[in-house]
């Protein structure tokens, strides 16, 4: 018998729509005529196995982190669907998720009951959260006031200790000083060990995605190029990037 799936995607596409800075002056009956349509991904379709660590790859403007985005449920397919089979989900990633007039604190809370839990499961693992984060008094401050690597630690500590069946992580392993990125690193390998952990990770180090992912999905202008195992396809997608 087969492996229970925890994220099934079918045929998702996603389209922005922005003006052209043109026609700003332009009048109204002619904006219509102006708006710039850029899909964003066109027809994507794979399925991941619970307990198995995905990577994402692909060169920028590939549709990675509006894929993750759609998976979190932050943008709504024009077309297509996901299934998250009953899972919980949580989505990793710098400058989503926080109020920036709230305090570190009250961001802990506000975090943990956009993810499900309750008051007191998260009361239960605050302490445990602001340990991790590790920025001193700036957790009783506004997120407005925080560097970028305070934020990210937050945000790690939050994602990592509040734990949900699927993670989604996406290019935050790269951040804080080298003392931090070490124990996030460490973290996000004891977190993903759990073999009923579903973990989709998108990544520019190819070194992080070899030695964390189970399987490997290319991404291109929007669509699949291949899936497969790291080892069969990060050699051709770096010859692909050379040739650029």
Not at 61 to 79: C, E, H, Q, V
Not at 124 to 143: L, S
Request: proline share 2%; with cysteine.
């Amino acid at each position: 018998m087969g492996k229970n799936i925890a994220v099934s995607v079918k045929n998702l596409h996603i389209t922005y729509r922005g003006l052209k800075k043109t026609s700003i002056r332009a009048s109204w009956t002619k904006l219509k005529n102006k708006v710039e349509v850029f899909e964003a991904l066109k027809g994507v379709s794979f399925d991941i196995e619970e307990g198995k660590i995905l990577g994402i790859i692909g060169k920028n403007g590939s549709g990675k982190s509006t894929m993750l985005r759609a998976i979190a449920g932050i943008f709504s397919p024009d077309k297509g669907s996901i299934d998250l089979h009953g899972h919980s989900i949580s989505l990793l990633s710098i400058g989503v998720g926080f109020n920036k007039k709230l305090t570190g604190k009250e961001n802990i809370y506000l975090s943990g009951m956009l993810l499900g839990f309750s008051e007191e499961e998260i009361q239960k693992k605050e302490k445990e959260i602001i340990d991790f984060a590790d920025i001193g008094n700036f957790i009783n401050k506004p997120v407005k006031t925080y560097s970028s690597g305070m934020y990210s630690k937050l945000a790690f500590a939050i994602t990592a200790i509040l734990e949900t069946d699927i993670m989604l992580i996406d290019e935050v392993l790269s951040v804080g000083d080298a003392r931090f990125k070490e124990k996030s690193y460490n973290k996000m390998k004891s977190l993903i060990s759990d073999d009923k952990r579903t973990v989709l990770i998108v990544s520019h180090s190819l070194g992080t995605i070899k030695e964390l992912c189970d399987e490997v999905l290319w991404l291109n202008d929007g669509k699949i190029v291949e899936i497969g195992k790291p080892a069969d396809i990060i050699p051709k997608y770096e010859k692909f990037m050379n040739e650029l």
